[in-house]
């Protein structure tokens, strides 16, 4: 197995003192993987993204990132040291352009000519429309947008609160397939996802949340495969690892 980048021992945070959302997660994200959590509505996944995002303060518990404490240290900092933030929602700027949503995801890189090079040749689609308002894109292209903007500070983590909500199957699942080929690339993904069948082909290990404490975790073929995950998150249906 490859070795831990991101580890969650113990978590408990929440956005208000005294009134836990997360009550003693734990969590492992391995390098050049995909590591998927999924759950219920208000199971508090989002909660964790923004806990190891440094968005809410973890009150009990610690991350640790390659080794290094990274608990509660702030956004920026975290930017820095290589970890990359997808939020679910308000992830671009819809009344700039494609081009200078990127040069704002920009500012801060020390090579950006080159990195916006590299990204624009990654991403063709966004490349033909850099003139054009971000608001104008498709949905699945405002996600390319977006996961390119988190592109843009070279992170060796990077963290998707459901890149794929909203979007046509197909959209979604042209999302899912472009953090395989990230994950191919040595860029390890930790994955919120409610398209659970999709994000479970493609991820590697898969954690379950309820009410803010870990259920399972186990590999996302086994996952796939498990009756009883089949029931509660897959429709009833026991379906086949492709
Ligand atoms: N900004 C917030 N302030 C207070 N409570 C919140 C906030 N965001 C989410 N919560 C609460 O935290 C719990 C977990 O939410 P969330 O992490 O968004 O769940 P999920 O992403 O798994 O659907 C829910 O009970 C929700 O109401
Ligand atoms: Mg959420």
């Given at each position: 197995m490859s070795e831990i980048v991101l580890q969650a021992n113990d978590v408990t945070a929440g956005y208000?003192?005294?009134?836990?959302?997360?009550?003693?997660v734990s969590l492992t994200a391995r390098l050049g993987q995909i590591t998927l959590i999924i759950g219920p509505n208000g199971a508090g996944k989002s909660t964790l993204i923004k806990a190891i995002s440094g968005l809410i303060p973890v009150s009990e518990g610690s991350i640790t990132f390659n080794g290094n404490d990274i608990t509660s240290i702030p956004t920026e900092q975290l930017t820095a040291r290589g970890i990359a933030y997808v939020p679910q929602?308000?992830?671009?700027?819809?009344?700039?352009?494609i081009r200078q949503n990127l040069d704002l995801a920009l500012?801060?890189?020390?090579s950006a000519k080159d990195t916006l090079t590299r990204l624009l040749d990654q991403f063709p689609a966004l490349a033909d429309k850099?003139?054009?308002?971000?608001?104008?894109?498709s949905g699945g292209q405002r996600q390319f947008l977006a996961i390119a903007m988190a592109l843009a500070s070279e992170p060796r983590l990077i963290l998707m609160d459901?890149?794929?909500?909203?979007?046509s199957p197909k959209a979604a699942q042209e999302v899912l397939e472009h953090t395989r080929a990230l994950a191919r690339q040595g860029v390890s993904i930790l994955l919120v996802e409610q398209n659970v069948k999709q994000a479970l082909r493609l991820a590697d290990h898969c954690f379950i949340l309820a009410e803010g404490r870990n259920q399972v975790d186990g590999s996302a073929r086994d996952l796939l495969n498990d009756r009883v995950v089949g029931e509660i998150y897959l429709g009833g249906k026991r379906v086949g690892a492709k």
């Open positions: 208000v003192p005294d009134l836990p959302i997360l009550r003693g929602t308000d992830n671009i700027f819809r009344s700039l352009t500012r801060r890189s020390a850099q003139r054009d308002k971000a608001g104008t894109l459901e890149p794929s909500a909203g979007l």
